[in-house]
C-alpha cells in the first residue's frame, strides 16, 4: 500500500533563500513591532503602516528565488507515488516558485488580499502582485475593505480541518525549518505520532519539539533535503527505516 506523506515547512526553509525569519530575538519583524504590523488592533490604529510594511514584503519577492530544498519537495510531490501534502507557516510563494502545487499556507498569502470579514466584508480573497491601492474596492462585494490576507495575532490559521484529516491518515511526517515554539503548527507532530506516521526533522539545530520526532537530520536543508528526497525516491520506505535504524529508533 502507497505510503501518505505531509510535510511542513517554516521560515528556515526560505531563510536559505534570503528572507528574514518571521521575528528575531529583538521581538521586531522587518524592524517593526510584531503589534504594529501584525494584529488586527494595529491594523485598526494604522491601516497605512501595515499596508506599507506587507507591500514591501511582496515586492521583495520578485527579489528572491526558491532553494533546492523548495525544488527537492517538488520534485518529491510529482514523483511520489502514495499522498502528499504540504503545509507551510510561511507566507511567501516560493513553495509555488518552485512549482509546488495545492499547497496549504496555513498563515495566509503575501500575493493575496482579502474582504476584511471583521469590518463586514464578504470574505473575497484577490491574487496580486503589486502595491496595495487602499481605494480598491472587493470585486465580489464592492467594497473597500481589502486587507493583506494573511493570519494575524489573535485569528485562527486556515485550512486546520483538511491539515487535521491529513495529518490523522500520515504515514509519515516531515518538519522542515520550524522552531516547534508556534502553535498549532507545533503540535502537528503529535497528532501524526498518534496516527502512527513516523516523524522526522530537518533543522539547523533541534527544534523545541524534538522528543515527539522518530530522526533529526540537521543542517541547512538546501543541503540535506535533497539527498534525503533521492534516497526516499529510489529506495522508498527502506531509505527511511535505514534513518530510523541510525538513529537507534527502529
Not at 533563500?17 to 504594529?36: A, C, K, M, Q, Y
Not at 519577492?61 to 504540504?86: C, D, I, Y
Not at 509519515?172 to 522526522?200: C, H, K, M
Amino acid at each position: 500500500m502507497e505510503k501518505n506523506i505531509v510535510v511542513l515547512t517554516g521560515a528556515g526553509i526560505s531563510a536559505e533563500s534570503g528572507i528574514p525569519v518571521f521575528r528575531s530575538e529583538t521581538g521586531l519583524w522587518e524592524n517593526h513591532r510584531v503589534e504594529d504590523v501584525c494584529t488586527p488592533q494595529g491594523y485598526q490604529r494604522d491601516p497605512e503602516l501595515v499596508r506599507k510594511f506587507y507591500d514591501g514584503m511582496r515586492l521583495n519577492l520578485r527579489k528572491v528565488r526558491p532553494n533546492p530544498a523548495h525544488l527537492a519537495l517538488t520534485r518529491l510531490a510529482e514523483n511520489w507515488k502514495g499522498g502528499f501534502t504540504l503545509v507551510t507557516q510561511n507566507i511567501d510563494n516560493l513553495h509555488e516558485q518552485a512549482g509546488s502545487r495545492n499547497v496549504i499556507h496555513m498563515h495566509g498569502e503575501l500575493t493575496k488580499l482579502r474582504c476584511y470579514e471583521a469590518l463586514g466584508g464578504c470574505g473575497h480573497v484577490v491574487e496580486t502582485m503589486a502595491a496595495q491601492d487602499p481605494d480598491e474596492a472587493c470585486p465580489q462585494c464592492g467594497k473597500k475593505l481589502l486587507r493583506p490576507h494573511i493570519v494575524w495575532f489573535g485569528e485562527m490559521p486556515l485550512d486546520m480541518d483538511l491539515i487535521n484529516e491529513r495529518l490523522a491518515v500520515a504515514d509519515l511526517f516531515i518538519s522542515i525549518g520550524t522552531s516547534g515554539v508556534v502553535y498549532p503548527a507545533a503540535g502537528f507532530v503529535r497528532i501524526a505520532r498518534q496516527a502512527g506516521a513516523a516523524t522526522l526533522e530537518f533543522n539547523l539545530e533541534p527544534s523545541a519539539t524534538k522528543g515527539y520526532f522518530d530522526a533529526g537530520i540537521y543542517g541547512p536543508a538546501g543541503k540535506t533535503l535533497p539527498n534525503f528526497v533521492d534516497g526516499l525516491l529510489r529506495d522508498g520506505y527502506d531509505y527511511l527505516r535505514g534513518i530510523l535504524r541510525e538513529n537507534s529508533l527502529l
